[in-house]
């Protein structure tokens, strides 16, 4: 069985901080670009963070630029979105995706979890 599930959402103040995991099941995350996505009520879904399956290289959205850190652990096949310093802006579904690095027809999609950021 296939599963992609994140977790870590929940409510937190302007300035606070919430670690997210993406955990995954029935596949190995060695061969696969991971990236975190976000989606707030009417508005399209956009693209926050990503990292490789090598070396690990990073790529963030400007806005979270300095305040989230996206990471992997292969060998627990888990992928972490660590975010300080929230803002409401950043009120969203988060959501973890895994794109195979070689076959781009190859990807999943995680269920999401909600982060609320609100004083």
């Known amino acids: 069985q296939l599963q992609l599930v994140e977790s870590g959402g929940g409510l937190v103040q302007p300035g606070g901080s919430l670690r997210l995991s993406c955990a995954a099941s029935?596949?190995?995350?060695?061969?696969?670009?991971i990236a975190w996505f976000r989606q707030a009520p009417g508005k399209e879904r956009e693209g926050v963070s990503c990292?490789?399956?090598?070396?690990?290289?990073?790529n963030y959205k400007d806005s979270v630029k300095g305040r989230f850190t996206i990471s992997r652990d292969n060998a627990k096949n888990t992928v972490y979105l660590q975010m300080n310093s929230l803002k409401p802006e950043d009120t969203a579904v988060y959501y973890c995706?895994?794109?195979?690095?070689?076959?781009?027809?190859?990807?999943?999609w995680g269920r999401g979890t909600q982060v609320t950021v609100s004083s």
């Open positions: 995706n895994v794109r195979h690095r070689l076959v781009a027809s190859v990807a999943y």
């Open positions: 990292i490789s399956n090598r070396d690990g290289i990073t």
């Open positions: 029935g596949f190995t995350l060695d061969y696969y670009v």
